[in-house]
């Protein structure tokens, strides 16, 4: 678990700088490599969009659903975390 708990720090880091640099600081390969998930069939309704793929991960109580876009260098698009566990992919 702590592994995981230290690929979220690491991610998180990753992600506030793409958002101030706007570059492609995670791409899916190495989200993919680095950070055990489970393929969602379905983003959910809050974050679904046209040419995105969703990836679901849990840690501290949470499930963490992350968006990478389809094609390209398949960057990390946004990533939104639920504490309730009501996802709706329908």
């Not at 690491?10 to 390969?29: H, I």
């Not at 069939?41 to 679901?56: N, S």
């Not at 849990?58 to 946004?78: M, P, R, S, Y």
């Amino acid at each position: 678990m702590k592994k995981v708990a230290s690929g979220f720090a690491a991610l998180a880091f990753a992600v506030s700088g793409a958002q101030a640099q706007e570059t492609c600081a995670l791409n899916y390969p190495f989200f993919e490599a680095a950070i055990p998930h489970l393929d969602l069939p379905a983003c959910p309704k809050d974050l679904a969009r046209p040419g995105a793929f969703c990836r679901v991960t849990t840690a501290n109580d949470a499930v963490h659903v992350f968006v990478f876009e389809e094609k390209g260098k398949q960057c990390l698009l946004a990533v939104k975390s639920y504490r309730d566990y009501q996802l709706n992919l329908k």
